[in-house]
Every structure is written in C-alpha cells, then in structure tokens.
C-alpha cells in the first residue's frame, strides 16, 4: 500500500517498565498526598477548588482512589473475558465519551465518604493508601497476559496497567496544580503517557503533513496533507512532555501554550487547534 495510506504500527509497552513505572509514580503520589493531609492546613487545602470543574482537592484525592481500585474490582466482580478486543487507542476513544460518568461517580464516592464522617483529612490520605494497596496486591497477584473486563471490552493487564500510568501522571500534574507544591513523576511514566497520547493524536488526525515533537519521548506525524518524507518537515510542532500532556488532555489551550512559550509551531499547517483537547 502507498506510504500515505499505510496504518501506523501500533506501539508496545515493556510489561516490566510499566510495572515499575506505576511502583514509581504510585509512591510519588502516595508521598505528596500524605504530606498534604498531615499538615496543618491541611482541611482548607483539601477543600480548595482543583482546575477541574467543580472538584476540590478532596474529590480530586479521591478520584484517584477510584481509578486504581478499577483493575481489582474488574478482576473481582466481572466475569473472566475469553480474549482481548480493546486496544489503547479505542480504550481511550471510548474514554472521551464517559466524562460524564467519571464525574458522577467521583460525586457519588466523595458524597459517600462525607456521609460516613470519613472526609478528614486523615481519613483521605487512608482511602488512597487502600487504593494503592489495592491495586498494588493485584498486579503482584495477576499474571501479564491475563485479560482484564472492562466495561468498554476486554484488555491486556499490561495495556490496562498504561492506562493507570495516564491516569496517574495526569492527576499528579492536577494536584500540583491544585496546592501550588510539585508532585513528581516517575521518568518512565512520564515517557508512556507522553507516547500514548502523541499515537492518540497520530490516530484522530491521522497523516503526514505535520511532525510533532515532544522530546526525550515521543516523535509522531499527523494530520492529512502532503506527505513530508526527506530533510527538515516544514511542519513541525514541538514541546516539552509536560505540555504535551496538558494539551492533549485539555489543562490548557493551544493558543496559551503557544503565546508562553511552552510550544513552538513552525509551517502554514502547525496548528492543532482544531484536533485538541483528545481527552478531557
């Protein structure tokens, strides 16, 4: 088949990389909330708005919670499924149409935990430490070509595991962003997310007219138009992961992260305004 036609090889993650990735970010996570909870402002800092809507800080700890328990609760409650047929990419197709959803039930688990008296601070940081002792004990229990159900199909335990690695990175970013201190990220979680979501771009705007560039990570080209193939592309998007990241999520807007700085477009064609946010 012709070079602009041919389909991009759909890209691997090492299971051992991803396991130690999410060992990683985990910690950093479990570290920043723990010292959050545990200072002594720390009800008004729970109850300070998050960049995300309506959500606290609180609801945004427990939203957390909430998606590390999926692995376990699916592997627990649902039937085992007999093969895979959900990918990465149409995971997170299907994610963008349930932001809704994800929203009511981060309402329901946070409105569940007030109701019990268990919103303190204190009892926030012990809800997220049962959620990563959770997931921790099942991956260690969970072999890496088992299928885990979800409600959108059925996928690998290492594909399920990136997805975790996303959610993670990004929410970790939510929270510095939240309580002005820095949540660090594991190095090789950093990497993952970066790559899935720049083949998550590569997949909605499918091309190869432009080439985006988020380095150390990710190199992917996109959107339809004449097809560059030797020398320098004159095209070209680059930014820092971090960015990245934002964008493709919708924490910020192109046209901001361009006027900052954080992104340099060069080519008539190097304007991703309309394929951005993909998930949000």
């Not at 720390?42 to 309506?54: D, F, I, N, Q, V």
């Not at 594909?159 to 594991?186: I, K």
Request: charged share 20%; proline share 7%; net charge negative.
């Amino acid at each position: 088949m012709p070079p602009a036609q041919r389909k991009p090889r759909a890209r691997t993650y090492d299971p051992a990389k991803v396991r130690a990735a999410l060992d990683g970010q985990l910690r950093a996570i479990r570290g920043a909330v723990g010292t959050l909870c545990a200072a002594p402002d720390a009800e008004p800092l729970l109850a300070a708005r998050s960049r995300l809507g309506e959500w606290t800080v609180r609801d945004l700890i427990v939203h957390i919670a909430v998606c590390l328990e999926t692995l376990p609760r699916a592997l627990a409650e649902r039937p085992a499924p007999a093969a895979a047929d959900l990918d990465l990419q149409r995971y997170l197709a299907a994610l963008r149409e349930q932001a809704e959803d994800i929203a009511a039930a981060t309402a329901a688990e946070s409105a569940e935990l007030a109701a019990a008296g268990e919103s303190g601070p204190r009892a926030v940081a012990a809800r997220l430490d049962k959620a990563v002792d959770r997931l921790t004990a099942a991956v260690a229990e969970t072999g890496r070509t088992a299928l885990v159900p979800t409600e959108y199909g059925a996928m690998t335990v290492n594909d399920f595991l990136v997805t975790r690695l996303l959610e993670t990175v990004v929410h970790a970013d939510d929270l510095t962003a939240a309580t002005g201190t820095a949540v660090s990220h594991d190095r090789q979680a950093l990497a993952a997310v970066t790559r899935l979501l720049a083949d998550a771009l590569a997949a909605a705007a499918p091309g190869g007219s432009v080439e985006v560039r988020v380095p150390p990570f990710a190199v992917v080209q996109c959107v339809a138009g004449p097809r560059h193939t030797r020398g320098t592309p004159p095209n070209v998007v680059e930014t820092d992961p971090l960015t990245w990241i934002r964008l493709a999520t919708g924490r910020t807007d192109w046209i901001s992260a361009v006027e900052a700085g954080t992104v340099s477009a060069s080519g008539e064609r190097a304007d991703l305004t309309d394929h951005l946010p993909l998930l949000g």
